[in-house]
């Protein structure tokens, strides 16, 4: 759903909509295209408006925090030519700055640290409305902010917090024709955003995706895989922290809010008449469902506990602790995920560390660890390292793994194979081995280089929960390999995963985008759709929703795709869903190979370091297309190749639906 261009031209006049996301009243509109059908459809619900780009100057100063209410020449008049004095005696303009509708702005642009610390900037734009309305915003801002519409101020907060989108419901009287607006955001330290959406209901937007996607498919990925959201009730918070499928099909969700609930109706097309009912409440934060043997596995902060249902009526009975052998401190950061089985039904749980000023501390024991819970409820520490490890599967071999998100000692995030002894990198929990009976690690010698390093931005930003394809192809052609959440992007990723001389290496693909929220969870479906739970509070994410659930529907058409992308000890090898033109796929000047490295320090997140770019001197195709191999030079390990594919077909001229890849090379096989 491409939601920056929707809201660019329409803000909503919010409609009553029924308990189950079905509007009794909605009238879709079928014109000749997706855009005319869906403007047609919104013009009966909605005030349009059309908006003009920002412009920021600053930074103003701040000193002392206190001048929020100082009036600084921006307030006086709106002169895009202007140069005014502003902090320290700097001249300062304004400056026009890129937008796709009402995206999150980060002023943190005025030069060093100094000078994004203790400052003002204020941003300016002008909107058209075709009628006079009173249309909702929500606003947010990092730090204080103060707003106008039309020289009328109409919201002002002067306070120093994080930024949230929903600090803030602002009731704007626009008028037919032009409207000006401008914002004054007040700095302090640390983070400086500032950001404002029409106030959108996500429910009447999602009915109507779903009749334009199946009309009008938006992108090629809709034609293989379609997202349907299956609404909850208005008075639900599905802020999703677990998720599974009871023995019926039946999706089971935790959520971080400690309820748990059972879903009917998940598979109904349209989903928008689901019911939920209630089957627990009162968890501290679980954040994963296991359904095991009669109840549901979760683990809270403290504990993995069972959920057992006595007489059949969806209605937990009776809360069993099953395993509580870690620590607790109460630092809001010592999250715990799982359990997760791996291939020998033995049950993972990975434990947060805590967060102490800018660095992740494992205050008490196996904060920072990965472990297993015995069946008689005793923990068994297997590896550290972590830092926010969210999200564990196994791959087809039945291995576990985990993924852990960017900040200290994370460059980017990245998905790790977890075995016994291992150091994944993060230092806290090393004062933990030696009671875990293990060597602690030396250092950066004994750092284990993740088996998928997922790029920045390109590839995610927070990687979440893993999920082995075991569906038969129920999927389509991606069996045996790992479908991964990001919950800042609204995304999933591929991962394709090889094991080169006993270590794990391998790819990764985009899948699919545009989700409604952050993605957090994952699960198959008793039909082989894809379930997935979502959430966004505190851990930002794109999406026109704040939390959900969802399922994707493979159409049964194969996606021309590259399935494989295998290590070679000269290049690569691609293995191609379908067969590729031959005489696309053996041209060398329409593949580009470039490489990179990550620094590795406690800094939060690190940049991508020396960057090469690679000579491709030979592409071999065979297998009748499903093949292709390059040579190239400079193959080296400890680095992350790039791969951009150029205008290459399958035989019948559809091009790929994903032309980049980027393989995460430990180990060069041998020739």
Not at 162 to 185: M, Q, R, S, T, Y
Not at 215 to 233: A, G, I, M, N
Not at 628 to 646: F, K, N, Q
Request: with cysteine; charged share 25%.
């Amino acid at each position: 759903m491409n939601v920056g261009r929707l809201v660019i031209v329409l803000a909503l006049l919010v409609p009553a909509v029924g308990a189950s996301g079905q509007r009794d009243d909605f009238n879709y509109i079928k014109l000749d295209t997706r855009e005319a059908s869906r403007d047609a459809t919104l013009d009966q619900y909605m005030t349009p408006i059309r908006v003009g780009a920002w412009h920021v100057i600053g930074p103003f100063d701040n000193t002392g925090r206190d001048k929020h209410d100082v009036v600084y020449p921006p307030e006086i008049g709106f002169d895009v030519g202007a140069t005014y004095e502003g902090a320290d005696g700097r001249a300062v303009q304004w400056a026009s700055i890129a937008d796709d509708a009402w995206m999150l702005h980060d002023l943190e642009r005025f030069g060093t640290e100094e000078d994004n610390t203790d400052a003002i900037a204020y941003l300016h734009r002008v909107f058209t409305a075709e009628r006079d309305a009173e249309v909702e915003f929500e606003m947010g801002s990092d730090d204080g902010m103060k707003v106008w519409l039309n020289g009328r101020v109409v919201a002002d907060a002067d306070v120093y917090r994080g930024f949230n989108i929903k600090d803030h419901l602002v009731k704007l009287p626009v008028k037919a024709g032009a409207n000006e607006l401008l914002v004054k955001v007040t700095q302090g330290v640390g983070g400086w955003n500032f950001q404002m959406q029409p106030r959108v209901n996500s429910r009447m937007l999602a009915l109507l995706e779903y009749h334009l996607n199946r009309d009008f498919p938006s992108s090629p990925v809709l034609r293989h895989y379609r997202p349907l959201t299956v609404f909850e009730p208005e008075d639900v918070v599905l802020e999703v922290g677990g998720l599974d499928v009871m023995p019926d099909g039946r999706p089971i969700i935790c959520t971080r809010r400690g309820e748990v609930w059972v879903v009917e109706g998940a598979y109904d097309d349209p989903p928008f008449s689901a019911e939920y009912k209630r089957f627990a409440f009162g968890l501290h934060e679980p954040l994963g469902g296991f359904w095991h043997d009669g109840g549901l596995l979760v683990s809270q902060r403290g504990e993995v506990t069972k959920l057992i249902d006595i007489d059949g009526d969806d209605r937990c009975d009776v809360f069993e602790t099953v395993c509580d052998q870690w620590g607790v401190s109460g630092n809001y950061h010592e999250f715990a995920f799982g359990p997760e089985p791996d291939g020998d039904d033995r049950l993972w749980v990975t434990l947060n560390v805590g967060f102490c000023g800018s660095l992740g501390k494992s205050i008490v024991p196996w904060r920072g660890w990965a472990g297993i819970v015995e069946p008689d409820g005793s923990f068994t520490p297997i590896c550290g390292g972590l830092r926010s490890p969210n999200g564990m599967g196994r791959n087809a071999a039945g291995d576990m793994f985990c993924c852990d998100n960017q900040g200290d000692w994370v460059a980017t995030s990245k998905l790790m194979h977890l075995d016994t002894g291992d150091w994944h990198g993060h230092p806290a929990g090393t004062r933990w081995y030696e009671t875990a009976g293990m060597t602690p690690p030396r250092g950066e010698e004994d750092f284990k280089s993740p088996a998928i390093w997922f790029p920045y931005d390109r590839m995610g930003r927070s990687a979440s929960d893993i999920l082995l394809d075991d569906t038969g192809g129920a999927f389509g052609p991606f069996e045996g390999q790992l479908f991964v959440g990001d919950q800042y992007e609204a995304s999933i990723m591929r991962v394709f995963l090889e094991r080169v001389n006993g270590v794990y290496q391998g790819a990764c693909f985009g899948f699919i985008d545009g989700l409604d929220s952050g993605v957090n969870r994952l699960c198959w479906g008793n039909d082989g759709s894809m379930f997935v739970g979502m959430t966004n509070r505190g851990w930002w994410s794109k999406g026109t929703r704040q939390w959900g659930l969802q399922r994707i529907a493979y159409s049964g058409a194969t996606p021309f795709e590259v399935r494989e992308m295998r290590a070679r000890h000269d290049g690569f090898a691609l293995h191609f869903t379908m067969p590729a033109d031959t005489h696309l796929a053996g041209d060398a000047n329409r593949y580009r190979v470039a490489s990179f490295t990550h620094e590795r320090w406690e800094k939060y997140g690190a940049p991508e370091i020396d960057r090469r770019e690679h000579t491709i001197y030979d592409v071999a195709v065979g297998a009748g297309g499903l093949v292709a191999v390059l040579r190239i030079d400079g193959l080296t390990p400890g680095r992350v190749y790039e791969l951009s594919l150029d205008g290459i077909t399958d035989s019948a001229n559809v091009p790929l639906l994903h032309d980049s890849a980027f393989y995460t090379l430990n180990v060069i096989p041998s020739p």
